[in-house]
């Protein structure tokens, strides 16, 4: 079971940030002239500022939910919000992507190759996505090849996607 992120925990967290921000402004002293000056243009401002960060935050969870990414659920007398299948193969590809690549040490190259049939489609489809977010080239059709040490991630998903029996993994020295 996913654990719940509740609607009403993400609002107290950004107001708790923005409280936390007010605080700020009351103790930090002026910065610029402009502030010694126009004290309420620059607080008016800030105001301004916030309300727009809260439409474009409560805009951004609308956004995930039109998306397919959350779904808002009623749980025990409050709405949450449940990352569903498609948000979270959506987290696990940004992962990927943001995840710092560094070349093998041993100046080897993970090559990749798979027959998935066409009625295993969309697992074929997703394991080329995830080969992409972790750096492989196409060399040839089915035939993916990646200089960066992501051989245990390679791994996790062809098991992930169930495609085990219809990919190859290799190390190669050199490519010709």
Request: hydrophobic letters at 40%; proline letters at 5%.
């Amino acid at each position: 079971m996913k654990l719940p992120i509740t609607d009403a925990f993400l609002w107290k967290l950004y107001n708790c940030i923005i409280e936390i921000e007010k605080t700020y402004d009351l103790i930090s002293p002026p910065r610029s002239f402009f502030q010694i000056l126009y004290p309420d243009t620059v607080r008016l401002r800030r105001e301004y500022e916030r309300q727009k960060a809260k439409t474009d935050f409560s805009k951004f969870i609308h956004y995930l939910q039109q998306k397919g990414y959350i779904r808002v659920k009623a749980l025990e007398g409050t709405k949450g919000i449940i990352l569903t299948p498609k948000g979270a193969e959506r987290v696990l590809c940004v992962k990927r992507k943001l995840t710092k690549k560094r070349r093998r040490k041993d100046g080897k190259w993970i090559m990749v190759i798979f027959d998935i049939p066409e009625k295993r489609k969309p697992a074929r489809e997703l394991l080329r996505d995830a080969l992409i977010a972790l750096g492989y080239q196409m060399f040839q059709q089915s035939v993916w090849i990646c200089p960066y040490d992501v051989y245990a991630e390679t791994e996790e998903a062809v098991r992930e996607y169930r495609v085990i029996p219809y990919v190859k993994l290799f190390l190669i020295e050199e490519l010709m």
